[in-house]
């Protein structure tokens, strides 16, 4: 079995500050995490993937996660907000199961002031 | 360009109609899933197909069919016996490998009229 907590459903910050979107796996074997990015009516477009070949993973946009296994997390940062990142962002994970399904969390919604 | 495309970008049910949703993709993917979006909430799996002519269900199946006749299309058809089809409906594909990354379409937004 596989699942996905994400914390915090509505996420603000200011433009320049450090995004942080916080991600929690469970997985009863080595799994693969992603993030996507959802803006309004649209579909979810891919941000990063990890894979297993390296913990820091590095996105596009600026954003980077880094899996942690002794914590079951792949927080999501960003150094300095854009007010183009606001967004809805989901985490997922798949096992490698029949089908490579992925199991999503219930998203984040990413908010930036000006 | 590749891609993945659905059709129409909006659609109205009315009481006790069936509706179809298109998605089409030139990835030359084998698999293909439909999702379903609700305000507020994650993805969940409607049905997904890892070939021609077969298909399983997902988490929330009922009320819902689909087909794969050919590689490139997978549509979805809401039946009246969904009763709360008002969501957003997402198309999505990827190669049969394990853990590949799945691409999705731009969505169908249903509403109930």
């Known amino acids: 079995a596989q699942s996905v907590t994400q914390l915090g459903s509505h996420v603000s910050v200011s433009e320049g500050a450090l995004v942080l979107l916080r991600c929690n796996y469970s997985?009863?074997?080595?799994?693969?995490l992603f993030w996507y990015v959802q803006y309004p009516n649209q579909g979810l477009q891919l941000l990063l993937k990890?894979?297993?070949?390296?913990?820091l993973v590095k996105g596009i946009n600026g954003f980077e996660a880094e899996f942690k296994k002794s914590e079951t997390s792949f927080h999501l940062t960003k150094p300095s907000a854009h007010m183009s990142d606001a967004a809805e962002y989901f985490c997922?994970?798949?096992?490698?199961?029949?089908?490579?399904?992925?199991?999503f969390g219930g998203g984040t919604r990413l908010m930036v002031k000006p | 360009d590749g891609g993945i495309t659905q059709s129409p970008k909006y659609l109205f049910r009315k009481e006790g109609q069936n509706v179809t949703l298109s998605c089409e993709q030139n990835?030359?993917?084998?698999?293909m899933y439909w999702y379903r979006q609700d305000p507020g909430q994650g993805l969940r799996l409607i049905y997904y197909?890892?070939?021609?002519?077969?298909?399983q269900k997902g988490d929330i199946a009922e009320g819902y069919s689909v087909s794969r006749e050919k590689k490139e299309s997978f549509p979805l058809t809401v039946t009246s016996a969904q009763k709360n089809p008002t969501a957003f409906y997402l198309c999505?594909?990827?190669?049969?490998?394990?853990?590949?990354?799945?691409?999705f379409g731009p969505g169908t937004r249903l509403l109930v009229l």
């Open positions: 999505a594909s990827s190669t049969s490998q394990a853990r590949e990354t799945q691409y």
């Open positions: 990890y894979t297993s070949a390296a913990t």
């Open positions: 997985s009863s074997v080595p799994p693969y």
């Open positions: 997922a994970v798949t096992n490698g199961n029949a089908g490579n399904m992925l199991t």
């Open positions: 197909s890892q070939i021609v002519n077969d298909f």
């Open positions: 990835l030359n993917h084998d698999a």
